[in-house]
């Protein structure tokens, strides 16, 4: 059973077909990427898997249960937790605050206890700060916890959404180009992160345009243009594959 299930799904806006019928399947503890070009309906995939985007048809299961009529914060109680292809940080919240926010899905104290400072809430505070500091320690973040989000640099800011995906406790984490406006140097330890996402037992599906990204983190690679798949395969298949490379590599490949 593949831990993520698209069957069929289309999304359509008006007259515009976004996602053409697309299936595909994440399987538990792999990096699934999927690429192609600009408009190929990439972050509407992840918009209609997280349920900002209910599918015009078509299916979503997760860990073999459908998820089509799911609100958003159903599916990341299940374990689906993602990050946005544009910022979305809490400017005036300090680093730490922004990833407390993510922790309300995991907690079940009530406005009672909380007033009345019962054993229960003082136990799941300390839960929530030690989960807090788990996910900043491992971005990298633990040491600017107390910073304004918005005096981060902005390779930071793109790993504190990761950090605030993580401390939801997810199975799958979906990114949504989180290499966007990083060096190189950024995005060779994001290559690093996200290897050792998937070593803690998280799988990832992950969308971005840099390809030497792409094609070193990756397990599977799924290949979308016009909304339609033409191409899932291993990263070195896919760089051979022609509709492929005449959709969206190019003759330079993975100079691209």
Same mark, same amino acid.
């Given at each position: 059973?593949?831990?993520?299930?698209?069957?069929?799904?289309?999304?359509?806006?008006?007259?515009?077909?976004?996602?053409?019928? *697309?299936? +595909?399947?994440? /399987?538990?503890?792999?990096? &699934?990427?999927?690429?192609?070009?600009?408009? @190929?309906?990439?972050? +509407? $995939? %992840?918009?209609?898997? +997280?349920?900002?985007?209910?599918?015009?048809?078509?299916?979503?299961?997760? /860990?073999?249960? !459908?998820?089509?009529?799911? !609100?958003?914060?159903?599916?990341?109680? $299940?374990?689906?937790?993602?990050?946005?292809?544009?910022?979305?940080?809490?400017?005036?919240?300090?680093?730490?605050?922004?990833?407390?926010?993510?922790?309300?899905?995991?907690?079940?104290?009530? #406005?009672?206890?909380?007033?009345?400072?019962?054993?229960?809430? #003082?136990?799941?505070?300390?839960?929530?700060?030690?989960?807090?500091?788990?996910?900043?320690?491992?971005?990298?973040?633990?040491?600017?916890?107390?910073?304004?989000?918005?005096?981060?640099?902005?390779? =930071? =800011?793109? *790993?504190?959404?990761?950090?605030?995906?993580?401390?939801? /406790?997810?199975?799958?984490? $979906? $990114?949504?180009?989180?290499?966007?406006?990083?060096?190189? =140097?950024?995005?060779?330890?994001?290559?690093?992160?996200?290897?050792? %996402?998937?070593?803690?037992?998280?799988?990832?599906?992950?969308?971005? &345009?840099?390809? !030497?990204? %792409?094609? +070193?983190?990756?397990?599977?690679?799924?290949?979308?243009?016009?909304?339609?798949?033409?191409?899932?395969?291993?990263?070195? @298949? #896919?760089?051979?594959?022609?509709?492929?490379?005449?959709?969206?590599?190019?003759?330079?490949?993975?100079?691209?």
């Amino acid at each position: 059973m593949a831990l993520l299930e698209v069957s069929n799904v289309t999304m359509q806006f008006g007259g515009l077909t976004a996602i053409d019928n *697309l299936s +595909t399947r994440v /399987e538990k503890g792999e990096i &699934h990427a999927v690429i192609g070009p600009n408009g @190929a309906g990439k972050t +509407t $995939l %992840i918009n209609v898997l +997280t349920g900002v985007y209910p599918a015009t048809s078509g299916s979503v299961s997760f /860990e073999g249960v !459908r998820i089509d009529g799911l !609100r958003p914060y159903e599916r990341v109680k $299940l374990g689906m937790a993602r990050t946005f292809q544009n910022l979305r940080v809490f400017p005036s919240l300090s680093v730490r605050e922004n990833v407390t926010v993510s922790q309300f899905c995991r907690t079940t104290s009530g #406005v009672v206890a909380n007033t009345l400072r019962t054993r229960a809430v #003082v136990r799941e505070e300390a839960r929530v700060r030690d989960r807090v500091d788990e996910a900043l320690n491992f971005v990298g973040l633990a040491d600017k916890a107390g910073w304004p989000s918005k005096s981060l640099p902005y390779g =930071q =800011q793109r *790993l504190l959404e990761i950090a605030r995906a993580m401390a939801t /406790e997810p199975k799958l984490l $979906l $990114l949504d180009e989180p290499g966007a406006g990083m060096t190189l =140097q950024e995005t060779q330890g994001l290559g690093v992160l996200i290897k050792r %996402i998937r070593d803690r037992g998280i799988t990832v599906l992950l969308i971005d &345009h840099k390809m !030497r990204l %792409i094609m +070193t983190v990756s397990d599977v690679v799924t290949v979308v243009n016009f909304g339609k798949k033409i191409a899932e395969d291993t990263p070195a @298949a #896919v760089q051979k594959d022609p509709e492929v490379v005449r959709a969206y590599l190019g003759a330079r490949g993975l100079r691209t």
